[in-house]
């Protein structure tokens, strides 16, 4: 089987990759960053853009997003 890590902290330890191999697993480590391997990445960068826009305004983070029309 393979196992699939993010680049947490933990996840790039070596003593981990050794474990998973000794039971005969395959590490498979991510790209640094790949967004395209995550969908919900998108969805966060939609709702951060908007309430980039909102923001300003209002000045608190739960205000913006409990008033922004994204969520109504």
């Not at 697993?25 to 995550?38: C, D, T």
């Not at 826009?53 to 209002?58: G, I, N």
Request: aromatic residues 8%; proline residues 7%; without cysteine.
């Amino acid at each position: 089987s393979v196992i699939i890590m993010d680049n947490a902290r933990f996840h790039r330890m070596a003593v981990l990759t050794e474990m998973a191999q000794k039971q005969g697993h395959k590490v498979l480590p991510l790209a640094p960053y790949s967004p395209e391997l995550n969908p919900i990445e998108k969805v966060w960068a939609n709702i951060k853009k908007h309430l980039r826009k909102v923001l300003p305004a209002v000045g608190d983070f739960m205000t913006a997003l409990l008033r922004s029309s994204y969520f109504n």
